[in-house]
């Protein structure tokens, strides 16, 4: 705590957790969540043939968190649609990105260093959120830990796939049925990216504080917690990383508790390669059989 003090953490903890998020930190992150949609194959296609179709997946891709949150405890999914300042700006924010002209600000707001200063305020928002989910769902359910952890999760996992990147978030599978597409296969809980995991942690973290089991103020944890993340996407963004800081840590783990081999992916190599020089060892005898038998008949047919 005394280095705390010298830094001065505790009052620049303090006055960001206070700091408001309307309309900088919101506008980035609705920014960051459209381009990413705009990235969807087939996206620009149904925002030309079918624009409402199109607004209503950039509505899922900024305000999913909100709706999945509120079904969780039990509120009406559309709440947050009377907010009317957040859905025009957010509705503002599409309109530009996909029907401005000469694509204008889909090149700005693409170009990598303004890009990576808008990932760094969206990390702001998911930090926010995450806190404020666990913190509704603790007022709601006092002892229950589980609903404060989902809670939490759900509010900070976006909808968007991870900057670009391979997985799909939680109601990701809704929004390409919007889209005319359907692939239960990239489901987010099966592939966990980096935000995905990013965001359950940080709601175990906030839920222990919440339960007062972790020790310090909210304020310091919310800032840290946000200095990682930023730092982590911006870093992972600059560098179009797929991998994950967790990794190392998550493959030692596994192998500890669910004895999960530590390469992966060379035991995934592994089990895929047997059966295939099985195949190939029982290929040729098949093959020779059928050669056989068809000599066989040849000279039957001559002998006739």
Not at 120 to 128: N, P, W
Request: net charge positive; proline share 5%.
């Amino acid at each position: 705590m005394e280095v705390l003090d010298v830094l001065n953490l505790g009052e620049i903890a303090q006055y960001f957790s206070k700091m408001a998020m309307f309309p900088v930190f919101d506008l980035a992150y609705y920014i960051v969540s459209i381009l990413y949609l705009k990235y969807e194959p087939g996206a620009v296609e149904v925002s030309r043939k079918s624009p409402v179709a199109s607004w209503l997946c950039a509505m899922l891709y900024c305000f999913g968190s909100y709706i999945l949150a509120d079904i969780i405890l039990g509120v009406s999914p559309i709440d947050y649609f009377q907010n009317n300042t957040h859905i025009l700006l957010a509705s503002a924010v599409w309109y530009l990105i996909f029907f401005c002209p000469l694509n204008l600000f889909y090149k700005c707001v693409a170009f990598l260093p303004v890009k990576l200063v808008l990932v760094a305020l969206k990390e702001v928002v998911r930090s926010r959120k995450i806190a404020a989910g666990v913190h509704h769902a603790h007022h709601a359910y006092h002892h229950g830990w589980l609903i404060m952890i989902i809670t939490g999760y759900v509010k900070g996992k976006y909808l968007i796939p991870p900057e670009g990147w391979s997985g799909v978030a939680l109601m990701a599978n809704f929004e390409q049925l919007l889209r005319g597409v359907w692939k239960p296969e990239t489901n987010e809980i099966l592939n966990m990216s980096f935000p995905t995991k990013a965001s359950l942690y940080g709601a175990i973290l906030f839920t222990l504080h919440e339960a007062h089991v972790l020790p310090g103020s909210k304020s310091t944890l919310i800032c840290l917690f946000t200095l990682f993340m930023a730092t982590s996407k911006v870093f992972m963004t600059a560098r179009h990383s797929h991998g994950s800081p967790f990794a190392l840590i998550e493959s030692w783990v596994c192998h500890l508790l669910f004895r999960s081999p530590l390469g992966g992916e060379e035991s995934h190599d592994h089990h895929h390669s047997a059966p295939t020089a099985a195949s190939a060892s029982l290929s040729p005898a098949k093959t020779k059989e059928d050669l056989s038998e068809g000599t066989r008949k040849r000279k039957a047919k001559k002998a006739e």
